[in-house]
């Protein structure tokens, strides 16, 4: 059975990659479980790069929550506006973290997500020409095949101010069917 773990990377509540993502949730079948996880409510420990030295500690609190609802999940979808084209603090930290997920024996981390899909929906504030999502697209595509995921590609709406995605008629269609 799919399951599916709903990643709000934005620091705006109802922001308009959310906005977007619960339009595509839509069409998810009813059967197909859903939970939604704002990373800003749950908020990680600054990531220390210690993989040459003392290595990582198992996961604990916030980390631990969001470890176990990643690796419960068979599709991880990833919610996050282009800041500066990049990923928000949020969201990068997070994906820190599965650095030091992955080198957990315990855990088995990267063979676990090997295979689950890795989808992404990327609001940008820049009109469909100017591409500046295009890095952040990059990255996560780029993660997925690191991960040895699976890449149905990247959801991508633009707008600026909030609701602003909600008249980009063709994210809207695209919503719609995104997860069939």
């Not at 308009?16 to 339009?23: D, F, G, I, P, V």
């Not at 040459?52 to 999940?73: I, R, W």
Request: with cysteine; proline share 5%; hydrophobic share 40%.
């Amino acid at each position: 059975m799919r399951s599916f773990l709903f990643v709000l990377s934005s620091t705006r509540v109802d922001g308009n990659s959310e906005r977007l993502a619960r339009l595509a949730a839509r069409g998810l079948a009813p059967e197909i479980t859903q939970t939604w996880l704002r990373l800003t409510d749950h908020p990680l420990e600054p990531f220390a790069d210690t993989r040459h030295s003392t290595g990582y500690a198992t996961p604990t609190h916030n980390a631990k929550l969001l470890c176990d609802a990643t690796l419960a999940a068979t599709d991880l979808v990833l919610m996050t506006p282009v800041y500066w084209y990049s990923l928000p603090w949020t969201l990068a930290l997070y994906l820190d973290h599965w650095s030091a997920w992955m080198r957990d024996k315990e855990l088995g981390f990267l063979k676990a997500m090997e295979g689950r899909a890795l989808h992404a929906i990327v609001v940008d504030s820049d009109d469909d020409a100017a591409g500046s999502s295009l890095p952040v697209i990059d990255t996560l595509r780029r993660t997925a095949d690191y991960m040895k995921m699976t890449w149905p590609g990247a959801l991508v709406g633009h707008g600026n101010r909030p609701g602003d995605v909600e008249q980009d008629t063709t994210a809207i269609a695209a919503a719609t069917t995104y997860f069939t």
